[in-house]
T-cell receptor, first 114, second 116 residues
């Protein structure tokens, strides 16, 4: 069975510092990887996704993630965070060959402090 | 327009009530989803509709009854719920819902349900 692991339930960081949110997946088949962000009292928004091609994917608000097949990881990074980045971040995987299902990790709360 | 709307935003109901949650999208998407999200937890898939047909039911209790009247609308009918059903109910849609599962799912803001 495939799964997604986000080891860090909460990551506190000071404003303008860099951050990395970790995501590892387990799967024996090709996967498609997503990062979603959930701001307080809101639904989920797609941040970025990896389907194929370049292993480094970027979002419009400065986040990037790198697909690493050998380490089965898809870590999310930002070189300098803002207070407004405070939110819950979910890594998710959908599996090639399966029906259209997203499997979410348990989420990481990014808490940006001034 | 990349918006999925959900009504109501908040709902409080008793265990004997019947209520419905509504979801709407006008992006021409042919797949729609219901998720349940408890506090501090990831969303859990409940149902998937693809081309207005139920394609996935994740063993959800029958007190939850989904309905897809047309390609833009998705309802979730609630009856005889339990207090543990209190959660944020999220609707999502994606373009195709078919294989391979590369579609981006667009989420609505959710309905926060409290069952007394």
């Amino acid at each position: 069975a495939q799964s997604v692991t986000q080891l860090d339930s909460q990551v506190p960081v000071f404003e303008e510092a860099p951050v990395e949110l970790r995501c590892n997946y387990s799967s024996s088949v090709s996967v498609y990887l997503f990062w979603y962000v959930q701001y307080p009292n809101q639904g989920l928004q797609l941040l970025l996704k990896y389907l194929s091609g370049s292993t480094l994917v970027e979002s419009i608000n400065g986040f990037e993630a790198e697909f690493n097949k050998s380490q089965t990881s898809f870590h999310l990074r930002k070189p300098s965070v803002h207070i407004s980045d405070t939110a819950e971040y979910f890594c998710a995987v959908s599996k090639s060959g399966a029906t259209n299902k997203l499997i979410f990790g348990t989420g990481t709360l990014l808490a940006v402090q001034p | 327009d990349t918006e999925v709307t959900q009504t109501p935003k908040h709902l409080v109901m008793g265990m004997t009530n019947k209520k419905s949650l509504k979801c709407e999208q006008h992006m021409g998407h042919r797949a729609m989803y219901w998720y349940k999200q408890k506090a501090k937890k990831p969303p859990e898939l409940m149902f998937v509709y693809s081309y207005e047909k139920l394609s996935i039911n994740e063993s959800v209790p029958s007190r939850f009854s989904p309905e897809c009247p047309n390609s833009s609308l998705l309802n979730l009918h609630l009856h005889a719920l339990q207090p543990e059903d209190s959660a944020l109910y999220l609707c999502a849609s994606s373009q195709e819902g078919s294989l391979p599962p590369t579609d981006t799912q667009y989420f609505g803001p959710g309905t926060r349900l409290t069952v007394l």
